[in-house]
């Protein structure tokens, strides 16, 4: 009888030996990815080529980072540069501005250049949809940037822009409606001109879709107008579409619109509704006294207005008001109106449940 010992001596070789196969695979794989990401690390270029000039927002991640690099041929790999720029801790050391980088330069050369100061710091300045074009100026010549409120309006005004979505823009209409709100990293030494083609460039990117299929016997420019009246007049994105539907019902009906909003940007009203003498004074923006569209768009719109005033819901309504909270209600005839601005304008909000 052969004693139990030798056969657990015997499995006990076998598994020694089957982990030893394990780690000698296990080795030779590690080893091979260790080469192939080396590899991903290295430049895409054995020489290097023309600068590009890379710009690095504000808060924006190692991820993002290495996303813009590959799509523009820096890097060879954006996941095996993200893994090795954490690694590095790159983020804690990445600053805001512009880069110049080349695709000779591998992803140590790339990442000891990000964490050096940039060739060009930028500064961050945030519009807010709704904005009109003077508040917007106002809010760059805070900004330090180095224009002033009156060179930007200089720009707005009269400065020459060829964009395609300007074709309509009457002869003479400033830029308003166009100067898209978004958050912009401005370089140092951006100039107005500089500074208004990139919300221009923004604006063509973000509606060149949107506009392509207006509403039947509208411009670009009478769409852009109404938004802007939508972006005033509902705070909220549901509230939108519902309100360039009355809009375009009024409008249909040949009723004036009877637009708060257009009177305060006729009187340059800023911060508070216009008083019942001010709805009576007669510029060209008091949609009281004057039927059809303002002659230029009242602020500037973002995508949800403009989305809504190209794709408004099919409604009968022809009036509206907003209560406490900036809701708006809607009513399909005069009486219906009355009572809900009884009920509802100047209503307090409610402060919500704990």
Not at 139 to 161: C, H, P, W
Not at 194 to 220: E, Y
Request: hydrophobic fraction near 40%; charge should be negative; proline fraction near 6%.
């Amino acid at each position: 009888m052969t004693p139990p010992t030798r056969r657990r001596r015997g499995r006990g070789l076998v598994i020694a030996f089957a982990v030893l196969a394990v780690v000698a695979v296990l080795a030779v794989v590690g080893g091979g990815l260790v080469l192939y990401g080396r590899s991903q690390l290295e430049a895409p270029s054995s020489s290097h080529g023309p600068a590009v000039t890379v710009v690095v927002q504000q808060g924006e991640t190692v991820d993002q980072l290495a996303t813009d690099l590959q799509s523009r041929g820096l890097i060879r790999s954006s996941f095996w540069f993200g893994w090795f720029a954490k690694f590095k801790n790159l983020a804690g050391s990445l600053q805001a501005g512009q880069f110049k980088l080349d695709n000779g330069m591998g992803a140590s050369a790339i990442i000891q250049r990000l964490e050096s100061p940039p060739e060009v710091k930028v500064t961050k300045v945030t519009f807010i949809e709704g904005m009109t074009a003077q508040q917007m100026a106002d809010r760059v010549a805070k900004a330090n940037l180095g224009i002033s409120a009156d060179q930007y309006m200089a720009e707005v005004r009269t400065g020459s822009f060829d964009e395609p979505f300007l074709a309509s823009r009457p002869a003479g209409a400033s830029l308003e409606g166009f100067l898209f709100p978004d958050t912009y990293e401005v370089p140092q030494g951006t100039t107005a001109h500089q500074l208004v083609t990139m919300q221009l460039d923004d604006f063509g990117r973000r509606t060149q879709s949107l506009l392509g299929a207006l509403p039947k016997g509208f411009s670009v420019y009478q769409v852009v107008t109404l938004a802007s009246v939508v972006e005033r007049e509902a705070q909220f994105d549901d509230d939108r579409p519902k309100v360039a539907s009355a809009i375009y019902n009024r409008l249909g009906n040949g009723m004036a619109l009877q637009s708060d909003a257009t009177v305060e940007y006729g009187l340059n009203i800023v911060g508070r509704e216009p008083s019942a003498d001010e709805l009576h004074q007669d510029t060209p923006y008091n949609t009281y006294l004057h039927t059809g569209l303002t002659p230029t768009p009242i602020a500037n719109p973002g995508v949800a207005s403009l989305q809504a005033a190209v794709h408004p819901a099919t409604t009968q309504f022809l009036f509206w008001v907003a209560d406490g909270c900036g809701h708006n209600h809607y009513a399909t005839t005069a009486q219906q109106h009355d009572q809900q601005v009884a009920q509802y304008l100047n209503s307090p909000c409610p402060s919500p449940s704990p």
